[in-house]
């Protein structure tokens, strides 16, 4: 079974922290993407990494940045957080396409409260 | 506008009745469309997905795919209290990138 793990389930922190939240997966997959989700705004990418060292920005990369030095971790960072960041944080992994459906396998989530 | 639209819902059924989530797109470059399933506190799941126009069947569950309309949509036949989920269509382009567009998500609500 694929196994997308989140550092934290639910994380409080104070505007202007600088916040890391870490994402792991065990199937040696290629791609690992960050969303956050809100509603009536649905899922919206945030970065994605195709490779190590690699990433690509997505739909909304303001304010954050991303780092892939292992395979199997991917991270997000809140270089200095502010209130609109209050959000939920989705991690998720997919194997390598050629553009067929890649499945993407998310993690549980960590809902993140920026006060 | 929005690439994908979604109602949000909430829906709510009885046991048994047969459910209709849909979706509408802009981008008709898009050919990979996908549904995922999502319970409360947890990450979403992928449910079906098809390529291009047609129909799929898994079980209760049916994706329908009408590229001229640009609308898709999931049919849940004898809906279960399990069922009661969010909802999400997913779609794509070819191509090598893994980027999905979503919808916002319909709410579920399968009662007794």
């Known amino acids: 079974d694929v196994k997308v793990t989140q550092s934290s389930r639910y994380l409080v922190k104070r505007t202007g922290e600088k916040v890391f939240l870490e994402c792991v997966q065990d199937?040696?997959?290629?791609?690992m993407f960050w969303y956050r989700q809100d509603p009536g705004l649905g899922l919206r990418l945030i970065y994605f990494s195709y490779d190590v060292k690699m990433k690509e920005k997505g739909d909304i990369p303001e304010g954050y940045s991303v780092s892939r030095e292992k395979k199997e971790r991917f991270s997000l960072i809140l270089e200095s957080a502010s209130t609109n960041q209050t959000s939920m944080y989705l991690c998720a992994s997919s194997p390598h396409g050629s553009g067929a459906p890649d499945t993407q396998y998310f993690g549980p989530g960590t809902r993140l409260t920026v006060l | 506008q929005k690439e994908v639209e979604q109602d949000p819902g909430p829906l709510s059924v009885p046991e048994g009745a047969i459910v209709s989530l849909n979706c509408t797109y802009s981008?008709?470059?898009?050919?990979?469309f996908m549904w995922y399933r999502q319970y409360s506190r947890k990450g979403p799941e992928l449910l079906m997905y098809t390529y291009s126009s047609g129909n799929k069947e898994d079980g209760r569950f049916t994706a329908q795919v009408d590229k001229s309309s640009k609308y898709i949509s999931l049919f849940i036949r004898d809906s279960q209290p399990s069922d009661s989920a969010t909802y999400l269509c997913a779609m794509k382009t070819t191509g090598t990138a893994s980027k999905l567009t979503f919808g916002t998500g319909t709410r579920l609500q399968v009662t007794l």
């Open positions: 981008n008709s470059a898009f050919q990979y």
């Open positions: 199937m040696d997959h290629e791609n």
